[in-house]
């Protein structure tokens, strides 16, 4: 005979009871409900430690309705696990701030300070370098594309070989330590101890034989021996950007947030984080003008960059203390969300151990990986086309150091207001229009104003007559022009290239998400750099310099957007596809968790209840309700 049990009227899920000499077992929240072999009274059900009853009572359960005995049939341990569940979850309401629920407030303000405390220094670093190596005497902004395809390179790709190892060895927190603390020592070393003694390290003699020996077309390559020490701050500041940004921080990320909520706040984050391109500018363009309060004996700039790079330091701090934070408070909250992996339960969870080649191997595999590679490299040569040519127009107008860096600020400030709107209708995009059509928009604005930019460099002086209304020469006119370019290619790129970039990531495995975003980030974004770098290298041997290449660099560019496009376009198929299944299996889940139970006040009622197996609980065998 087959019964059911219930509790306070409401029907345990599908729990049905079998003769005897059968058992199952079935759990439903904290509960387990075995049948066992034990004979029992319906009548022990109700209360099973009265074991005497009254007449009554054995003639209501013989002779009562089908209803009054479902009603009278209760597990009391059941009820009061249920009630007290219900209470629970009635006294514990979500709280909110802001219509946020405060563990969401618990993750997105950390990751929001560390994105605006990165970005400030990346700021500071990233106008700095270029100061440094573009006004030092005997270089130029032709040392650029050598420097990338040469140094920085090489420099990325030892890098991620030695995260790589270091990721199989050390947890996820000692290597966020072991990865950022060599950053901050350096920037603070360099100046107070290499820049102050950068005419007793630097071999300008060993570098002027050279020069006059191999031809005035090897300054570029000669120049990275020449001012090394500057070419070093180079390196570590694009790869500040790479590991600390990228790898780092939007690795973080990617760890502790759920798909939904990076939809909804990826892209937000820039929102602080670019005040800090305001700040940085601001930064920047204060130091820069110390110069003026100083004597004819001082050296402004090395008074700047001992200020600039105090901040960096204490920046870089902050940033640790903030992940040392986030790690031992926020996540270990229960109540706080975590990114759900279910559909990858099945992978093992030991470590993944994976050296340089498999990474890459895993890489090539992938054609998902593939198309979000070609889009960092894209990007990377793309801007590095356009922004050479600029940064040679810059030195023409601003030589000396400070005069540099006072515009590389005013810049800066320029890129952080803009990209506040862009992140804003960024937003948008990625709510209204989804992930596709937001990866499209960067590529298209740079190519919209690199075109513009090429046109005034090659056409410039016929509008001479015209510029002259405005007080500008076309040298000018070209510097302004290529900053507007620079501004919102930045922009497009922080407010929707970075989040759709990072988006991507989330859906797949642990293995691929976390080997090969080393790979794309560490090495995809400084090889894109250095392919650019390698176009304009070629272009200058053969049509003599930088200047005279500039029509084809704009042919090079047209290519370049068109395969980043298209490979835009494919990753978007195969994220929708990705989330798509992910969707499935949440719903999945949640069939499993409902087991076709309709909710109640007090639990879940069982469907299809056949009238006569309930009646037959007199005579069912012993079930026994236990914790």
Avoid at 226 to 244: D, K, N, P
Avoid at 351 to 359: D, N
Wanted: glycine share 8%; charged share 20%.
């Amino acid at each position: 005979m087959e019964g059911l049990i219930a509790f306070k009227g409401n029907l345990c899920p599908s729990l049905k009871l079998k003769p005897r000499g059968y058992s199952t077992s079935l759990r439903t929240t904290n509960l387990r409900f075995r049948t066992t072999s034990t004979q029992f009274s319906p009548l022990q059900l109700q209360n099973p430690y009265k074991l005497n009853q009254s007449q009554e009572d054995i003639h209501f359960w013989q002779h009562g309705s089908f209803e009054q005995r479902q009603s009278q049939l209760v597990c009391p341990a059941t009820a009061a696990v249920v009630s007290s569940n219900n209470d629970h979850h009635s006294d514990k309401e979500t709280k909110k701030f802001l219509g946020l629920e405060i563990h969401t407030w618990k993750k997105i303000v950390p990751l929001g300070l560390m994105f605006f405390c990165i970005l400030f220094n990346y700021t500071i670093v990233r106008n700095t370098k270029d100061v440094l190596v573009v006004t030092a005497k005997g270089s130029s902004a032709e040392i650029i594309p050598f420097l990338k395809t040469w140094v920085t390179l090489p420099t990325a790709i030892g890098f991620m070989l030695m995260y790589t190892k270091l990721s199989d060895k050390l947890s996820k927190e000692a290597l966020f330590y072991s990865m950022i603390f060599p950053f901050i020592a350096f920037f603070g070393a360099f100046a107070f101890v290499l820049y102050p003694l950068r005419d007793m390290i630097h071999p300008i003699g060993l570098a002027d034989k050279l020069v006059a020996a191999l031809g005035p077309s090897f300054v570029g390559p000669v120049a990275i021996l020449r001012i090394w020490s500057f070419c070093l701050f180079y390196v570590m500041a694009e790869l500040w950007g790479s590991v600390v940004l990228s790898l780092l921080f939007w690795g973080f990320a990617n760890q502790i947030m759920t798909v939904d909520e990076a939809k909804k706040f990826y892209s937000l984050f820039g929102l602080g984080a670019n005040i800090s391109l305001i700040f940085a500018g601001r930064t920047v363009r204060f130091f820069s003008n110390l110069r003026e309060r100083l004597g004819p004996d001082v050296d402004g700039w090395e008074v700047s960059l001992k200020g600039m790079m105090c901040m960096v330091v204490v920046m870089g701090l902050i940033i640790s203390g903030i992940y040392w934070a986030t790690n031992k408070f926020v996540l270990q909250d229960p109540t706080v969300p975590k990114p759900d992996h279910r559909h990858h339960h099945h992978k093992k969870k030991k470590k993944l151990k994976q050296g340089m080649k498999e990474s890459l191997r895993l890489l090539l595999s992938s054609k998902y990986l593939r198309d979000l590679a070609t889009l960092v490299v894209s990007y990377g040569i793309s801007i590095n086309l356009v922004e050479v040519t600029w940064k040679s127009k810059l030195k023409a107008q601003f030589p000396s150091p400070n005069a540099y860096a006072s515009f590389m600020g005013d810049f800066s400030t320029a890129t952080g207001l803009t990209t506040l709107v862009m992140m804003l209708v960024g937003r948008q995009v990625l709510l209204k229009f989804g992930w596709g059509t937001a990866a499209l928009v960067t590529p298209t604005v740079l190519l919209v104003t690199g075109v513009g930019f090429f046109y005034l460099v090659l056409f410039g002086q016929t509008l001479t007559p015209l510029l002259s209304h405005f007080g500008m020469t076309p040298l000018l006119a070209a510097v302004y022009v290529g900053a507007v370019q620079n501004i919102f290619s930045k922009s497009a790129k922080y407010s929707l290239f970075d989040p759709c970039k990072e988006m991507a990531y989330i859906p797949l495995d642990e293995e691929m998400k976390f080997k090969g975003k080393a790979a794309i980030d560490v090495v995809g974004n400084p090889l894109g750099k250095s392919g650019g770098a390698l176009i304009q290298q070629v272009m200058i041997l053969v049509f003599g310099s930088l200047a005279n290449s500039t029509p084809y660099l704009g042919g090079a560019l047209l290519v370049i957007v068109l395969a980043w496009l298209k490979a835009a376009h494919s990753l978007n198929s195969q994220f929708i596809e990705l989330e798509r299944e992910e969707e499935e299996e949440d719903d999945d889940d949640k069939e499993v968790d409902n087991n076709g139970d309709d909710e109640t006040q007090n639990g879940v009622m069982v469907e299809d209840v056949q009238k006569t197996a309930t009646e037959s609980l007199v005579t069912a065998d012993g079930a026994v309700c236990v914790n």
